[in-house]
């Protein structure tokens, strides 16, 4: 997800000083005009605005709180922004590292596909220091068509998790409906076309019709990261004495998603594990065998 909206910020202008753990990633963005760091710490002590995009909890506490990382180097009242989607525990403590190096720190965690960070149609969902988040709305507008202010602490971490769990619950319904559709009879496309013009039709259904239909997993976002999020949502229930049944359903069959060899593929194959589940291809062979 970085990667896109790091190309986005520089077409739209702003010098990007970049930085990644495999500095490989970093020679596209370099070759359009950015500038490449050696480490967080670096990249800090020269911007006004840091974003980081990493893949989980422990990562962002790596490259904020390390002897190399972010705030080792961040100017007094400069702005961190991290949009990745972590634990409130670790933004938690962020967030106290950043107000001792009088740093302001702002969650703005988004919704979206690594397309739609290409496209700067991103749902951006932020808390944290709200004259730090207005200042910075500008740039927030080139990576997000909708963009929500939901309080000055964690609420935007919770508020991901919230998304989260209704889109895997939904693409697990959505995997089991179509099979169940299958075994009658039903064609896959005939099934999304008329859910789609149906009651239940939802963006994130849409967005999802043309790749199920074509069988194309290839990941806008895999089924590694949403188990790792529906852990965090988890995790936190069990904090806050929620039950959440479904949520911890799909989180196990996204376990099994991923012991089947799918964890690198979009998490729309839950659709394939819900059609294996369901001996597909025996239900198939005793098809071709009586037709």
Known sequence: MGRPMSKRLVEAGYPLIVYNRTKEKTAELVSLGAKAAETPKELAGQSAVVFTMISDSAALETVTLSPDGALAGAKPSSVLIDMSTVSAEASARVAEAARGKLVRFVRAPVSGSTMMAAAGTLAIIASGDQDAYEECLPILKVLGQKIFY????????????????????????????????????????????????????????????????????????????????????????????????????????????????????????????AEELAGKDKWEKHFRKTS
């Open 150 to 273: 939901m309080g000055k602490g964690e609420e935007a971490r919770y508020m991901k998790l919230v998304l989260n769990m209704m889109i895997g619950v939904t693409c697990q319904v959505m995997a089991e409906a179509l099979v169940f559709g299958e075994r009658a009879g039903l064609a896959p496309d005939k099934m999304l076309e008329v859910i789609n013009n149906s009651a239940i039709a939802s963006p994130f259904i849409g967005y999802k019709t043309k790749p199920l239909i074509s069988r194309d997993f290839t990941p806008a976002f895999t089924v590694k990261m949403t188990e790792k999020d529906f852990n965090l949502a988890l995790s936190q229930a069990k904090n806050m004495s929620i039950p959440i049944p479904l949520a911890a359903f799909v989180h196990q069959m996204l376990i099994a998603a991923r012991a089947t060899g799918k964890g690198d593929l979009d998490f729309s194959s839950l659709y394939l594990l």
